[in-house]
């Protein structure tokens, strides 16, 4: 059977783009990254799918309505043959009716444990909250921004002294490791909806929460209380 084809969507640096490129290149994954697609020219992410030998595509979105831009955007997935979309690092709101046609078929990765912090900064605003888990989830896109089907979910420990750029690197880290197996399940099938929930085959189950353990130095003995 052939691979399903994958579009990689981006607006910026493509550092999950570079990720999912080199798990697909592996023998054995089961999707073909056919097209790497950015709304901004200026992407450096494009420069890094050019040199991997991925066709690239721009689809300009700035001056443009929201119905031009996913006019030509659906028209070029379509030229190019593309099944499943992949939402890397691309910052641009899709309408529902260009979401609807995608239901199953299009996974995002958003830097939180959603559904906490959903939207911009999401580093700064965990630090400001005082949470001691952070981490990412990849999830199917619906209509509402960051709301859909959790699919697989990483957490990482908000240490003290961290600072943004710190927890971001630690958080990014593991959105490297989660977005290529996450877009596998569902490129082999393994993911299913069932109802508002995305339920991935049990024998991947488990593959779908990585949580890496905190490590901690243990306390010496005059910082212990008594
Ligand atoms: C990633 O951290 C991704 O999770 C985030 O943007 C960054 C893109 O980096 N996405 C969002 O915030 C989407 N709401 P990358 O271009 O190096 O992959």
């Keep these: 059977m052939s691979k399903p084809r994958v579009a990689i969507l981006i607006s910026g640096r493509g ?12 023998p ?15 992407a450096a992410g494009l420069e890094r799918a050019n040199a991997a030998g991925i066709p690239t595509a721009v689809v300009a979105s700035k001056g ?19 099944e499943i979309l992949a939402l890397a690092g ?7 009716e260009f979401v609807a046609i995608w239901t199953g078929r299009m996974l995002n990765i958003h ?4 559904p906490a912090f959903p939207g911009l900064d999401t580093h700064a605003r965990a630090l400001a909250a005082g949470v001691r888990l952070h981490g990412c989830t990849v999830h199917l896109v619906t209509p509402g921004v960051d709301e ?3 699919v697989a979910q990483s957490a990482v420990p908000v ?31 393994q993911v299913r909806l069932e109802g508002a929930r995305a339920v991935v085959a049990a024998n ?19 910082e212990q209380t008594p």
């Design 90 to 96: 691309f910052m641009r709101v899709l309408t529902a």
């Design 15 to 26: 550092s999950n783009m570079t990720a999912l490129l080199e798990a697909a290149a592996r």
């Design 111 to 114: 830097p939180s444990l959603l």
């Design 64 to 82: 443009r309505t929201r119905a031009e831009f996913e006019a030509e955007l659906t028209a070029t997935l379509a030229q190019n043959r593309i």
């Design 159 to 189: 240490l003290a002294g961290d600072t943004e750029s710190t927890l971001a690197a630690r958080v990014l880290e593991q959105e490297h490791r989660l977005y290529p197996a996450a877009l596998a399940w569902l490129a082999a099938g």
């Design 148 to 150: 859909g089907p959790i």
């Design 28 to 42: 054995g994954y089961p999707a073909t990254v056919a097209l790497v697609l950015s709304n901004k020219a200026e």
């Design 204 to 222: 991947l189950a488990a593959g779908a929460l990585a949580n890496p353990l905190p490590q901690f130095a243990p306390l010496r003995r005059d």
